[in-house]
């Protein structure tokens, strides 16, 4: 067996996992974890990307001897770099406010529509694109010599080579998905640098050996080589889906749900657009076709509002609550800064003319209800936009733990679901990284082992689906 540090970073914590890797077995451990607090600064919401660096080193730290170390982290958000490699100012939080407003001018340069055929992404507000564009003219633009994403910062400074990893890059509504490659008429027409970005990396490729000074803080020895992963964590989460067909929709649940297919090449219609479901590339030239989804972050702001009660009580609570009483729009863009959540998912009940949940145990369910809704609704017109059927619905990430959660996306669906495995990412991490060492084969082998190692449980839908039609017909008359 060999060993494999897969670095997890997600929106509010991070992880240095253990993964060891043999013909029949995959064992993940958890070396170190910390927490992923963003600061809200005078000049806007930044992430503290020193202290996650300080816990990547902790975790390798107690990682000990390793074979190889991976990154993944979420998507869109960069750090600048001047001519010398040093860090132009804290990188800036996908959920600040700097690009309200920003996709209009976008696409008056480039309508909506064009801009879909040539990169396939969905419209988010903090896609790179806009980031970029809401940045020209700023003192860390005009001074920046290289601009990394934040999986290949961290590798940067652990390594001292930098790259740009393809599943990442595809985020940044700059990747032509047909080809893998720039969509160089985007970025000329909209006057986007490509020379900023550092030569792309694919998933297996080598990423550099980590730096001595690394090797004397962590006390490893070296050398280490650090291997290119699906350094967006949902390419790595999709890539540990453990499907033995083809015949599968998945949602990576976490902060944000991400649900979709896998998918041989891009669906680039106006139907797509409209619909706004983002052509990603994934793990050997697949394409993630997928929504993204409000998803656990709006439970996680409302536990925050009300002092972290116990989250189990919470759950037990909201089982007893009458179900789809009321529901929102999990999607809503409404719902992506932070602060008062329950006041806000309250006040869309309200406008929406239905019963406004007052009780934590109420709100919660209204969450839940309106999360699996919303992964109904995706699993639904992916496969129809697609023309991709499904048969079961793989779960996997943090939300595997609700199993409320769960049981009400199977019975929305009407489909089984299969929850797990819960550390999808770091699993995906350290199989991209198992096989570009040898430990094993391709990725229906990487898929067969999971299916062989892990135990994920199985949620059969209940009832006829009824209400669950009806629920979605009254929030598509809002």
């Known amino acids: 067996m060999r060993s494999y540090a897969a670095v997890d970073l997600g929106a509010s914590s991070g992880r240095v996992m253990v993964g060891r890797v043999g013909p029949d077995s995959l064992e ?31 975790g390798l730290r107690a990682a000990g001897p390793v074979d190889s170390v991976g990154i993944d982290s979420w998507a869109v958000d960069y750090g600048l770099l001047d001519a010398d490699g040093a860090l132009l100012g804290n990188p800036v939080h996908y959920r600040d406010t700097r690009t309200e407003g920003v996709a209009e001018k976008v696409w008056a340069t480039v309508p909506a529509a064009e ?53 990442n890059a595809s985020t940044t509504q700059l990747i032509d998905p047909r080809t893998g490659d720039w969509a160089y008429g985007v970025a000329e027409r909209l006057g986007v640098d490509l020379g900023l970005f550092a030569p792309l990396r694919r998933p297996g490729d080598p ?22 992963v699906g350094s967006h964590d949902t390419a790595s989460a999709v890539a540990a889906v ?14 944000w749900s991400l649900a979709g297919l896998e998918l041989a090449a891009p669906v680039l219609t106006e139907e797509s657009r409209a619909a706004n479901f983002t052509n990603e590339l994934g793990l050997d030239g697949t394409v993630r076709y997928l929504r993204n989804i409000m998803g656990l972050w709006l439970l996680q702001e409302c536990l925050r509002a009300w002092g972290e009660p116990d989250l189990g009580e919470l759950l037990r609570e909201a089982t007893g609550v009458p179900a789809l009483r009321s529901v929102v729009d999990a999607g809503d863009a409404a719902f992506l800064a932070p602060g008062r959540m329950p006041e806000r998912i309250a006040e869309a009940c309200r406008v929406s003319g239905q019963p406004v949940p007052r009780t934590p145990a109420e709100i919660t369910r209204c969450i839940l209800d309106s999360l699996a809704l919303a992964h109904r609704r995706a699993v639904e017109e992916a ?92 929030l598509a008359a809002r």
């Open 242 to 255: 453990p499907a033995t067909g083809e015949r599968f929709a998945y949602i990576c649940t976490g902060t």
């Open 207 to 228: 990423a550099g050996l980590l730096r001595a000074g690394v090797l004397e803080e962590t006390g490893l020895t070296g050398p280490v080589p650090v291997t290119t």
């Open 28 to 58: 993940l451990t958890e070396a170190h974890r910390f927490r992923n607090r963003p600061v809200r600064l005078p000049e806007g919401l930044r992430w503290d990307v020193l202290s996650l660096y300080a816990g990547v080193l902790d």
């Open 115 to 167: 801009l879909y055929a040539a990169t396939g992404l969905q419209y988010a507000p903090f896609n790179t694109l806009y980031q970029l564009t809401a940045a020209r003219g700023t003192r860390e633009l005009r001074e920046a010599a290289r601009l990394l994403l934040i999986p290949d910062l961290l590798a940067y400074w652990l390594t001292g080579e930098q790259g740009t990893e393809l599943t």
């Open 383 to 474: 496969r129809r936009l697609a023309d991709h059927p499904v048969d079961v619905v793989h779960v996997v990430g943090g939300g595997t733990r609700n199993t409320l959660l769960c049981q009400l996306t199977a019975d929305a669906c009407g489909l089984p679901v299969v929850a797990g495995p819960t550390e999808a990412a770091a699993l995906g991490n350290v199989l991209v990284q198992a096989r570009a060492h040898g430990s094993v084969g391709d990725r229906a082998d990487m898929r067969r082992l999971l299916a062989r190692t892990q135990s994920p449980t199985r949620y059969e839908p209940r009832g006829d689906g009824g209400p669950w039609r009806e629920a979605a017909a009254r």
